[in-house]
């Protein structure tokens, strides 16, 4: 069945670094890709998608392209914020459904 | 527009207990969705409402239920409440039928069964 593997948490960085987060995927068909994040105590957010191989989703910053050959949707930011940490999902939607399936989820904190 | 409505947003429970979430999705959308989610098993899916149908459902006992109304607002029900049962249940809603269609999420039930 359909699943979607994150890198291990938390992840810990100091303003303005680098930040990959890993995530790879096992779909049949064409399935749509997508990042969520949640700051504590709320419900997600959508921070980008992208719904056919190669295609990029960005949003504040954060980038993700869409491969097909490895399988994966890596989040990438070349400056982190300290208002960045929160928890990042990777997320899978499944054909023609509302169903989505998500990641383990990846902690991010971000220290000044 | 509002965003995606969850009542009551802090439920505490005991056991063998039922109990009864509602989620008012954004205003035209007609998809709903409900996720349980715990620090264990991380976002799970439950099931998706769609016009009043369920059209898709995730892996979990007939203890949990749900149901949408002609307005789209959706109930989730969950009888005879085990510890296990002690989440965060998020509902969510979006626009269409495509998969790549964004969905929104409200902010949560916070339910706790003691």
């Known amino acids: 069945g359909n699943s979607v593997t994150q890198m291990e948490g938390p992840v810990t960085l100091s303003e303005e670094a680098f930040l990959t987060i890993n995530c790879t995927y096992t779909?049949?068909?064409?399935?749509?890709l997508f990042w969520y994040v949640q700051y504590p105590g709320e419900g997600l957010q959508l921070l980008l998608k992208?719904?056919?191989?190669?295609d990029k989703g960005s949003n504040k910053g954060f980038e993700a392209t869409y491969r097909k050959e490895t399988t994966s949707f890596h989040l990438e930011k070349g400056s982190v914020q300290v208002s960045d940490s929160a928890v990042y999902f990777c997320?899978?939607?499944?054909?023609?459904?509302?169903?989505?399936?998500f990641g383990q989820g990846t902690t991010l904190q971000v220290k000044p | 527009k509002a965003g995606v409505t969850q009542t009551p947003r802090y439920l505490i429970k005991t056991r063998g207990q039922q109990v009864t979430l509602s989620c008012s999705p954004i205003?035209?959308?007609?998809?709903v969705s409900w996720y349980q989610q715990t620090p264990g098993q991380g976002l799970q899916f439950l099931f998706e409402?769609?016009?009043?149908?369920?059209?898709n459902k995730g892996n979990f006992p007939g203890r949990f239920s749900g149901r949408q109304f002609s307005n789209s607002r959706s109930e989730m029900n969950v009888s005879t409440l085990e510890l296990g049962d002690s989440a965060l249940y998020l509902c969510?809603?979006?626009?269409?039928?495509?998969?790549?269609?964004?969905?929104?999420f409200g902010p949560g039930t916070r339910l706790t069964v003691l």
């Open positions: 969510a809603s979006k626009d269409g039928e495509q998969a790549n269609n964004e969905q929104f």
């Open positions: 779909a049949t068909g064409y399935p749509s």
């Open positions: 992208a719904t056919k191989a190669d």
């Open positions: 997320a899978l939607g499944a054909s023609n459904t509302g169903k989505l399936i």
């Open positions: 205003s035209g959308h007609r998809s």
């Open positions: 409402y769609f016009s009043e149908t369920q059209r």
